[in-house]
């Protein structure tokens, strides 16, 4: 049973950081490409950053991503990360966790076969 659940949101302040894990189980994470997505009240879901599985081992992040997000993951540990910093108050939304089997690391959710339940981060002062 494919199973993803996040961790890690919170309340921060403008200008910090906060680090999310996703902790996988039921599949080989270094088959699957995983990803970060987030969606903010009354807004679409939008792509954040993925990487993918080991034998290609790229990544890619959203424009507003990118200087301020890492992704990374721990294949023995089923793990993945996403460390935020410089955070904005756009930047509130919950953050979801999601894995495709092999995958090119699109940040489109449709591409996505299993989700998380979702972390919700605040940014606000």
């Known amino acids: 049973q494919v199973q993803l659940v996040e961790s890690g949101g919170g309340l921060v302040q403008p200008g910090g950081s906060l680090r999310l894990s996703c902790a996988t189980s039921g599949f080989t994470l270094s088959h699957y490409t995983v990803a970060w997505f987030r969606q903010a009240p009354g807004k679409e879901r939008e792509g954040v950053s993925s990487s993918t599985r080991s034998s290609d081992g790229s990544t890619r992040y959203a424009d507003f991503a990118k200087g301020r997000f890492t992704i990374s993951r721990d294949n023995a540990k089923n793990m993945v990360y996403l460390q935020m910093k410089n955070l904005k108050p756009e930047d509130t939304a919950v953050y979801y966790c999601?894995?495709?089997?092999?995958?090119?690391?699109?940040?489109?959710?449709?591409?996505?076969?299993?989700w998380g339940q979702g972390t919700r981060v605040t940014v606000s002062s």
């Open positions: 999601a894995a495709e089997v092999l995958g090119s690391g699109v940040l489109e959710a449709d591409h996505y076969d299993y």
